[in-house]
């Protein structure tokens, strides 16, 4: 399979670098992680992975990430068996020495991933469900910034013309995205690259264009909301 060359890959993190919202969301989940750390920079939940070039680049160029290793090999093999073929499962140093330029692909795009027609085309922003329940922008799309969306689809745009096959795999991972939201009778939520929110039929794949702030809150944000003198969450 084709790859960008590692001084591709930074050019694209270089067009992809604008924050996710305008403030740190960071600051919003970590109080409901009982380590106080943002969940997608805590490997207790979320474990990053990078490319195979994207990773010699990284390697090359800093000191800030490590080969990932659970407590135990048990553990390391089997997440190891489910990572996809040509990406490493990486862990930085922790959020307290973050190296904001080094930032791996997977921690630019989250808690979002490129969300792909049955058709095949590669129409905006959905989110990884799982981490519904935990993180804060997930329940709080309206924050995410239009500069961000773009250089989001940017850089997958371009990650995709060189790796068509990653393509292929999100096609999948939409694909199974919709067959998970439409057994639970739920519609999908993507920030298109037109710019709008839209929900999606999973059974259909019909769109309907809503606010983005009609969008429901999960998890602890929807138990906070929820309780008298509710204030930020
Ligand atoms: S993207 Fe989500 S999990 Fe990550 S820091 Fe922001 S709110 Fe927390
Ligand atoms: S590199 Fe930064 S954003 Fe990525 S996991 Fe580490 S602390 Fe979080």
Request: glycine share 6%; with cysteine.
């Amino acid at each position: 399979m084709p790859a960008p060359t590692p001084s591709e890959f930074a050019a694209i993190y270089c067009g992809f670098d604008a924050p996710i919202a305008a403030f740190d969301c960071g600051k919003k989940c970590a109080p409901h992680n009982a380590r106080g750390v943002p969940f997608c920079c805590d490997t207790r939940h979320a474990v990053p992975t990078a490319y195979q070039a994207e990773w010699q680049y990284l390697q090359a160029s800093t000191d800030l990430w490590h080969p990932w290793e659970a407590d135990s090999p048990r553990e390391t093999d089997h997440l190891r068996s489910q990572t996809p073929a040509g990406q490493v499962l990486i862990e930085c140093q922790g959020h307290t020495r973050c190296q904001r330029s080094f930032r791996s692909m997977n921690c630019r795009s989250f808690p979002f991933f490129p969300y792909l027609t049955r058709e095949g085309e590669f129409i905006g922003l959905s989110y990884f469900w799982k981490y519904e329940d935990r993180c804060w922008v997930i329940s709080h799309l309206d924050s995410v910034t239009p500069a961000y969306q773009q250089a989001f689809v940017a850089a997958w745009d371009a990650l995709f013309a060189a790796m068509p096959g990653e393509m292929d795999n999100f096609h999948r991972h939409s694909a199974a995205t919709r067959q998970i939201f439409g057994r639970r009778g739920r519609a999908i939520n993507v920030l298109h690259r037109n710019g709008g929110c839209y929900k999606i039929t999973p059974r259909n794949g019909r769109m309907r264009r809503v606010p983005v702030e009609s969008l429901p809150l999960f998890g602890v944000y929807k138990i906070a909301a929820s309780l008298p003198f509710a204030g930020e969450d």
